[in-house]
């Protein structure tokens, strides 16, 4: 059974820093990609970030460019996405994705997600 789980979200104040992770369980967490998507209230699922099976390649999108970074450790089957001034904008639920099919931008490229974790920037 997969598992997906979030977590590090919370209220942080525009301009500060935030760790987002994802701990993965039951899959052989190497042989997928990653990605973290991110969800407004109103608004669609938008894409955030991705990363390949060994972390060599990641795609982030450029509305967190330069801000956000992601990064992965197969040893502890962890994604993670680090938030750097953060803006308002940024407000929303932040889910971890799984595929073992060729990754992209869309939402339908994953096959598992995590339940979500909340951010909130303040001003």
């Known amino acids: 059974q997969v598992q997906l789980v979030e977590s590090g979200g919370g209220l942080v104040q525009a301009g500060g820093s935030q760790r987002l992770s994802c701990a993965a369980s039951g899959v052989t967490f190497s042989s997928y990609s990653m990605a973290w998507f991110r969800q407004a209230p109103g608004k669609g699922r938008q894409f955030v970030a991705l990363?390949?099976?060994?972390?060599?390649?990641?795609t982030v999108s450029n509305s967190v460019k330069g801000r956000f970074a992601i990064s992965r450790d197969n040893a502890k089957n962890t994604v993670y996405l680090q938030m750097n001034n953060l803006k308002p904008e940024d407000t929303a639920v932040y889910y971890c994705a799984a595929t073992a099919r060729e990754p992209g931008f869309s939402s339908s490229a994953y096959d598992y997600w995590g339940q979500g974790t909340q951010v909130t920037v303040s001003t």
């Open positions: 990363i390949s099976q060994s972390g060599g390649a990641t």
